[in-house]
């Protein structure tokens, strides 16, 4: 089985910068494909980026495109996300995700409790 555990949220400035880490318990963690998603205060879960086991493709959200980088370290069963230019819209509980399928986008079978992340005015 696939444990998740996010770490890294906090309350940063509009404009600022935080690097979420999601650390990956169990085997096969290179299999899989690992992804990013995030839950506003009265929205629906949405898709913010995801990278293949092999890291070959990656998929952004257009809200983020540019602003935010997936990345992973299979030695350390890892994978990050380093958001810059945060905006008051980033707001939200982030959520690290996993799957053994081929799409980047889903869908995903193992999920994090999830880390809030915070961007004020």
């Known amino acids: 089985q696939m444990q998740l555990v996010e770490s890294g949220g906090g309350v940063v400035q509009a404009g600022g910068s935080l690097r979420l880490s999601c650390a990956a318990s169990?085997?096969?963690?290179?299999?899989?494909?690992m992804g990013w998603f995030r839950q506003a205060q009265g929205k629906e879960r949405e898709f913010v980026a995801g990278m293949s086991w092999t890291s070959v493709r990656t998929s952004y959200a257009d809200s983020v495109k540019g602003r935010f980088t997936i990345s992973r370290d299979n030695a350390k069963n890892t994978v990050d996300l380093q958001m810059n230019s945060l905006k008051p819209e980033d707001t939200a509980v982030y959520y690290c995700a996993a799957t053994p399928q081929a799409s980047v986008r889903g869908p995903y079978s193992y999920w994090g409790q999830g880390t809030q992340v915070t961007v004020s005015s």
């Open positions: 169990g085997r096969a963690f290179n299999a899989y494909t």
